[in-house]
Nanobody, 121 residues
């Protein structure tokens, strides 16, 4: 079983910065892509950014140039540096990892419980 635990959310003024962290723990054989999603009230969950095990990144258009995703493969941890935050970035942020617990296991998606980011205007 793989557990994902996020940290770093909170309240920040527009224009400010926050750094989210998410560590995967438990029985982990390997992890492919890791990413961050967010869900604002009344909206569907959307991809914010993702990163492969090789370091290739992908960002939503709305955060390009402001957010940076990174990961530490040795620690099974993914980070999201968020700069120039806007009120529309307010959402619950969820981390995701596509991984498997053993060499015989299929790759499945693991999710954290979410961390709230609130950006005040």
């Amino acid at each position: 079983q793989v557990h994902m635990v996020e940290s770093g959310g909170g309240l920040v003024q527009a224009g400010g910065s926050l750094r989210l962290s998410c560590a995967a723990s438990g029985t982990i054989f390997s992890i492919n892509a890791m990413g961050w999603y967010r869900q604002a009230p009344g909206k569907q969950r959307e991809l914010v950014a993702s990163i492969t095990s090789g370091g290739s990144t992908n960002y939503a258009d709305s955060v390009k140039g402001r957010f940076t995703i990174s990961r530490d493969n040795a620690e099974n941890t993914v980070y999201l540096q968020m700069n120039s935050l806007k009120p529309e970035d307010t959402a619950v942020y969820y981390c995701n990892a596509n991984g498997r617990g053993t060499v015989w296991s299929p790759f499945i998606d693991y999710w954290g419980k979410g961390t709230l980011v609130t950006v005040s205007s």
